[in-house]
């Protein structure tokens, strides 16, 4: 039996961390301060401080099987986990892509493989070849731990975003707004 590909890496860049922090400063700070309206800024910063140790301390983790593609984002959870049963995989692709530096100018040729559902959603895994063979034995190798194809190939466009976990977000952090401008009218 071949052992699962697992691939676990940090969920969000360090620099949206960063950014979140300076912005929790921020409104830490008037909350101690005791500005006028502190109690409708406290359950939004309480939200806040949750979205701040997630994209601090998330790991995005990547099970590929025989029983099919498992994300997960933990240990704050942010949404449930994605399961892909193997007839939802398509295949795992190596595609060439063009990389170019920070400054717009350079730019070099690299080979990149991860897995394809069937609904056109990618999952890249974190390796780069200089070349399209070693790129697509690691797509067959990877394809086999699953029994899809691995392939060569541009992957297809990817569907349209799903705005649901976005909205319903959105929708609680509107509600923690709510629930401080009622707590500090009561007060």
Not at 3 to 31: C, E, K, M, S
Request: hydrophobic share 45%; glycine share 10%.
């Amino acid at each position: 039996m071949r052992r699962p590909l697992v691939d676990r890496r940090r969920w969000a860049h360090w620099t949206f961390g960063l950014g979140a922090a300076a912005i929790a400063v921020g409104l830490g700070a008037a909350i101690l301060q005791s500005v006028p309206g502190h109690r409708v800024l406290t359950p939004p910063y309480l939200l806040g401080l949750y979205w701040l140790l997630a994209i601090a301390l998330n790991y995005r983790t990547l099970h590929l099987g025989p029983d099919g593609l498992t994300i997960h984002i933990g240990p704050f959870p942010i949404r449930r986990p994605q399961h892909f049963p193997p007839g939802e995989l398509r295949c795992c692709y190596a595609r060439h892509v063009f990389m170019v530096d920070g400054d717009g100018v350079e730019g070099r040729h690299v080979y990149t493989v991860g897995v394809e559902t069937t609904s056109g959603l990618q999952f890249p895994l974190p390796i780069q070849f200089n070349s399209a063979a070693p790129a697509l034995a690691a797509a067959e190798l990877f394809g086999k731990r699953a029994n899809i194809p691995g392939e060569l190939r541009q992957p297809s466009l990817p569907p349209p975003a799903n705005w649901r976990p976005i909205l319903l977000w959105a929708a609680a952090f509107l509600l923690a707004i709510a629930a401080g401008a009622v707590w500090h009218i009561t007060q």
